[in-house]
């Protein structure tokens, strides 16, 4: 049986370097839609920021691991506490990945939560929780850089 990693892919008008900062300004779209708290850097290779949300149900703390610009971006979860799973720390060790690609007039994005796979407790909420998070918040970031 093959395991199958969370991914999207989104297409926008914008160039990959617009796109590439306002991915890695995790503020500006990772926060917002349920009163989550981000702390720390999230810019340079071997940066590290934290990710808390629902009065303390989610906390995650990523270490920037792989960055080229305006291509790609890998975060790796180095630490979370999901109290509303069974297993608190299913993200641990888990990777968040971006890859940024021009496709003419428009700029392809491949979101990727490595090891977020349809076998774990948290693929049901985090899943569709990642598509609001990179469908309203971040493409609305991205969508204003062309204003």
Known sequence: MTTQDFTKT???RQSPKEV???ILNVR???SGLYAEEINGSSYKLNDEFTFRAGD???YSRQKLVELIPDKKIVWLVTDSK???LENEREWTGSKISF???D???NT???FTHVGLVPEIECYNSCAPAWSQYLEEKLLSVINQKRK
């Open 108 to 110: 392809e994005i491949l």
């Open 20 to 22: 590439f900062n306002a």
């Open 82 to 84: 999901l109290t509303f």
């Open 99 to 101: 890859e940024i690609s």
């Open 28 to 30: 500006g779209w990772w």
């Open 56 to 58: 303390g149900a989610h």
């Open 103 to 105: 496709r003419g007039d």
């Open 10 to 12: 989104l297409l926008v």
